[in-house]
């Protein structure tokens, strides 16, 4: 069996400038996806978002939400809270199973707004801060993280991340936009920088990584000590090698790898939609846009891509 890998020590050991990270990902970062890209130069992968609540209350919930097996990792676990109790018994459930929690206060979706998760968590530090606590307070023993977005006035950015790491935290994910910000709008990487200067933990820079030179160039003017990538990866998950679009080899294990694991067709539709965006003409991706089943994948690609199974 694997032994598992510390977030921690690849962030505060590892040989070389940054550590190449997956985002989150509701629907598309799971099994199949966390382990593909594990072979191309990820060194960290997390789970999609996760509801707390629902994880805790309902065996349903987490056997959709969350398969695992030995070799996965490292991983980390993010969670949508607002309650410190709820999350440490999420988060009991899957002890060895993960090698971090991650709380999300990023998600600058409505629904996450009103349900007091996700980018609200921006304005409420004190709700962190106790989730926070309660986590490093259970005797668990697992490495805690937050993904944030930064606030238009950057000085209650600096006061957030600095009382984060007074309430235990062990490092940081910033994502350089505000929660109204479209994600076509510039990344403010200046911002990531701030903060990156404000703390003595880790930081992971997040926004706009659509190439292996753009993490460089993140890196390069943060000095951050990891760079998530989340379209971009789902567009070429072989991004961190300097491959400039997604292999066919890279499909093609993708396919394999979805079969043997179960997917169901939407996710798995979307996630070969992104990886041949830069490689089907116009004319195949409509017709591969309109197909309804995995079988009708498969002998899509079979016929005109000859994929092995």
């Known amino acids: 069996m694997s032994s598992r890998i510390s977030p921690l020590d690849l ?37 999609p978002m996760i509801l707390a609540k629902e994880f805790k209350n309902s065996q349903v919930a987490r056997d959709f939400e969350f398969t695992t097996n030995k070799n ?21 459930l899957v002890v060895g199973y993960v090698d971090g929690v991650d709380i999300n206060c990023g998600c600058p979706q409505k629904w996450a707004i009103n349900e007091g998760i996700g980018a609200h968590l921006m304005e409420e530090p004190e709700i962190v801060r106790d989730m926070i606590r309660t986590i490093k307070g259970s005797g668990l ?8 977005r930064i606030h238009n ?20 994910t910033v994502h350089g936009r505000t929660r109204r910000a ?7 990487v200046m911002a990531i920088k701030l903060c990156k200067e404000s ?31 989340a379209r971009g990866l789902l567009k070429n998950p072989t991004l961190f090698t300097g491959l400039e679009y997604t292999s066919w080899n890279c499909i093609e294990k993708f396919v394999k790898l979805s079969i043997a694991y179960g997917t169901n067709h939407f996710i798995f539709h979307h996630h070969l939609m ?20 995995i079988p009708a994948i498969i002998d899509h690609l079979e016929e005109n891509y000859g994929l092995q199974i």
């Open 274 to 293: 992104y990886m041949f965006e830069e490689v089907m003409s116009n004319a195949e991706r409509k017709t591969f846009n309109t197909l309804t089943s």
């Open 199 to 229: 703390i003595n933990i880790p930081l992971i820079a997040n926004g706009d990584v659509f190439s292996l030179k753009d993490a460089d160039k993140l890196y390069e003017v943060t000095k951050c000590d990891g760079v998530m990538s």
């Open 72 to 92: 996965d990792t490292p991983v980390i676990i993010q969670f949508a809270s607002n309650d410190n109790v709820e999350l440490l018994k999420a988060l009991e």
């Open 182 to 188: 479209k994600s076509s709008s510039p990344v403010n």
């Open 153 to 172: 006035d950057l000085k209650k950015t600096h006061e957030f991340v600095k009382r984060a790491e007074v309430a235990g935290l062990d490092f940081i």
């Open 11 to 47: 962030l505060n050991k590892t040989t070389k400038p940054y550590i190449n990270v997956c985002a989150p990902m509701v629907r598309y970062s799971k099994l199949p996806f966390r382990e593909l890209i594990m072979n191309y130069k990820v060194d960290l992968t997390y789970t």
């Open 141 to 148: 023993n697992i490495p805690i993280s937050i993904k944030i």
